[in-house]
C-alpha cells in the first residue's frame, strides 16, 4: 500500500518513471506515436486488455504524470487532460449527456459555460435550467425527471459566490445525479469538491495551475466510471492536451502550494485595504468578514483564493479610466498569473451575457476584477490607488 504524504510532497514527488538515462526531472516526450513490442502487445493494448502508450492523442508519459499527480492532489480516482479549460468544461457534460437530457447549473458561471448551456446544447437537445446560489430552497425544485447532471463553479467567475459542497453533494446524491464542479478559482490546494461528493472535477490548468501565463490547459477528474465514458469522448473527438503543456503544467504544480499561500496573502490584504477606500463602493473576497457566504467559505476553503473583485463609485466610465491609468499591473484577460492582472467583466469576459443577466449573477456594469500576483503587496496597492485617484 502506497504511503500517504502531505500534499506539498505529493505535488513535487509524483513523478513519471525514470527512464534508463536515470534523469531527475521527467524528460519531455515530444512523440506522436510509440512503438510495439510485437503484433500481440499492440492488439491488447488497442483492446484495452493492456495499459500503455498507443498515440499521443490517447495519452503520453508527461499528461499522464500531469493527471496522476493532480488525482492525488484532489482525491480522485481517475482523469484526463485536455487542450484548454473549455475543452474540459465541454467534455465534462457532452460525453455525460444525451438528447433529452436536462443539466441543473448555478446562474453564476464562465461566460462561455453560459454560452455551451444556451447555445451550443440546445442544438443537441440538451435543456438546462439555472439556479441562484442565495437561493438555495430552490434548487430542488428545478431537478426534472430528465436531469442528468448538476454543474456548478465554486467560487464563481467572477462573482466569488460560493455554494455549499457538502449540501450540494447531499442533494445530488439523493437524487442520483451527477455533481459536476469546476474548481479553478480554488485549485486543489485551497479545495478538494470530491470530499464533499463531487463525481467530476474540471479546472481550466491556464490558470494557477500553470501560475506564469505561458500555456493553456485543462483537465477533468473524477470517478473511474465516468472518466471511462468521457476518456472514450475525448479520445475520438481529440481535445488533447500536448505532452509540452502537460510538461509545463505538472512540474508548475510542484510550486502551486507555496505560490497559492502568497496569491491569497496579497489578495486578503489588498481587499482589506480596498474596504477602506472612500472610492470603492464596494469589494468582494471570500475571506472578508463581509462577504455574504463568509462561513461558508472558512468551512470549506483552506485560504480565499487569488481573486478580489470591487467597483469604483463612478461607475462604469470610471471604471474604463481605472483600468486605463494603471501603470504596472496588467489589463489582460487571463488570471492566476504571477503577474497582477485587471479585466473590466462586463465588456470583455462576460460580454455575451444581457444586461438583466449580468445583474442576475452580480456582474454590474462598474466591476472590476483583479487576479492578485506575486508581486510585493505594497507595489500592488500603490499602482491601484494611483490609478483610483487618476480615474476621478
Known sequence: MEEKRNFDTDAIRTQHQRTPFREHSVPLYLTSSFVFDDAEQARAMFADEIPGNIYSRYSNPNTNEFIEKLCKLEGTEDGIGTASGMAAMYSSMAALLKSGDHVLA??????????????????????????????????????????????????????????????????????????????????????????????????????????????????????????????????????????????????????????????????????????????????????????????????????????????????????????NSLQMISHTPNLGDTRTIAIHPASTTHSKLSEEERAAVGITSGLIRIAVGLEDIADIVTDIDQAIAASR
Open 106 to 323: 448555478c446562474r453564476s458561471v464562465f461566460g462561455s459555460t453560459h454560452q455551451i448551456l444556451n447555445i451550443i446544447f440546445p442544438k443537441f437537445g440538451i435543456s438546462h435550467s439555472y439556479a441562484d446560489v442565495n437561493e438555495p430552497e430552490t434548487w430542488e425544485k428545478k431537478i426534472q425527471p430528465n436531469t442528468r447532471m448538476i454543474f456548478v463553479e465554486t467560487p464563481s467567475n467572477p462573482a466569488l459566490d460560493l455554494i455549499d459542497l457538502e449540501w450540494l453533494g447531499k442533494l445530488a446524491a439523493k437524487h442520483n445525479l451527477i455533481l459536476n464542479v469546476d474548481n479553478c478559482f480554488a485549485t486543489p490546494y485551497l479545495q478538494q469538491p470530491a470530499k464533499w461528493g463531487a463525481h467530476i472535477i474540471t479546472h481550466s490548468a491556464t490558470k494557477f495551475m500553470d501560475g506564469q501565463g505561458r500555456v493553456i490547459g485543462g483537465a477533468i477528474l473524477g470517478t473511474k466510471e465516468l472518466i471511462k465514458d468521457i476518456r472514450f469522448f475525448t479520445r475520438h473527438t481529440g481535445p488533447s492536451m500536448s505532452p509540452f503543456n502537460a510538461w509545463i503544467l505538472s512540474k508548475s504544480l510542484e510550486t502551486l502550494a507555496v505560490r497559492m499561500d502568497r496569491h491569497c496573502q496579497n489578495a486578503l490584504t489588498l481587499a482589506e485595504h480596498l474596504e477602506k477606500h472612500p472610492d470603492v463602493k464596494k469589494v468582494k473576497y471570500p475571506f472578508l468578514p463581509s462577504h455574504p457566504q463568509y462561513a461558508l467559505a472558512k468551512k470549506q476553503m483552506k485560504l480565499g483564493g487569488g481573486i478580489v473583485t470591487f467597483e469604483i463609485k463612478g461607475g462604469v466610465e470610471q471604471g474604463r479610466r481605472f483600468l
